[in-house]
T-cell receptor, first 109, second 112 residues
Framework: TQLLEQSPQFLSIQEGENLTVYCNSS?????LQWYRQEPGEGPVLLVT?????EVKKLKRLTFQFGDARKDSSLHITAAQPGDTGLYLC?????????FGGGTRLMVKP | NAGVTQTPKFQVLKTGQSMTLQCAQD?????MSWYRQDPGMGLRLIHY???????DQGEVPNGYNVSRSTTEDFPLRLLSAAPSQTSVYFC???????????FGPGTRLTVT
């Protein structure tokens, strides 16, 4: 089983602060996806990173795939209350995805 | 497009009862999957299908059956419910190229 560990598990910050969430593994993935999940709903895809070292930006969110394709990070600049939710990373392990345990983010106004 | 739909949204079962969770997608995706989500454990794959007539086991398949007779539908059967199967169940569909998952709204199951 290929494991993905996310850190931190919980994060509570004030509006306007910056934060970084990490997703780490000892295994190599062909691609890595980030999802956001709000209470009572299914996860929604934010981004897919494929190439080692790749950086993708989605408004105030910056995603990076590690050079060795074993880890990834999500950086949020000037967090807003609307960023509150559960952030999940998922690695492509061939025919199926392996999900991390998630980071629960709360942004207080 | 409705995307991925799941029924029911909530269900309470007694230990030993059986039931089927329904999942349908209208995006003509070949791949469909069932996950369960438990607190602090992210999503764990139960079963998946790469096309009609083809299914395979995921990480936690015991106690669950699936079948895929059409591209659109992928039901999940609980054979004899146990309290350990209390969880939120998500169905998802994807294309075989990117594996990017489109999730349904989930079914919250409680087994007493």
């Amino acid at each position: 089983t290929q494991l993905l560990e996310q850190s931190p598990q919980f994060l509570s910050i004030q509006e306007g602060e910056n934060l970084t969430v990490y997703c780490n593994s000892s295994s190599v993935f062909s691609s890595l996806q980030w999802y956001r999940q709000e209470p009572g709903e299914g996860p929604v895809l934010l981004v897919t990173v494929v190439t080692g070292g790749e950086v993708k930006k989605l408004k105030r969110l910056t995603f990076q795939f590690g050079d060795a394709r074993k880890d990834s990070s999500l950086h949020i600049t000037a967090a807003q209350p609307g960023d509150t939710g559960l952030y999940l990373c998922a690695g492509d392990a061939g025919n199926m995805l392996t999900f991390g345990g998630g980071t629960r983010l709360m942004v207080k106004p | 497009n409705a995307g991925v739909t799941q029924t029911p949204k909530f269900q309470v079962l007694k230990t030993g009862q059986s039931m089927t969770l329904q999942c349908a997608q209208d995006m003509n995706h070949e791949y469909m999957s069932w996950y369960r989500q438990d607190p602090g454990m992210g999503l764990r794959l139960i079963h998946y299908s790469v096309g009609a007539g083809i299914t395979d086991q995921g990480e936690v398949p015991n106690g669950y059956n699936v079948s895929r007779s059409t591209t659109e539908d992928f039901p999940l059967r609980l054979l004899s419910a146990a309290p350990s199967q209390t969880s939120v169940y998500f169905c998802a569909s994807s294309t075989p190229v990117t594996y990017e998952q489109y999730f349904g709204p989930g079914t919250r199951l409680t087994v007493t």
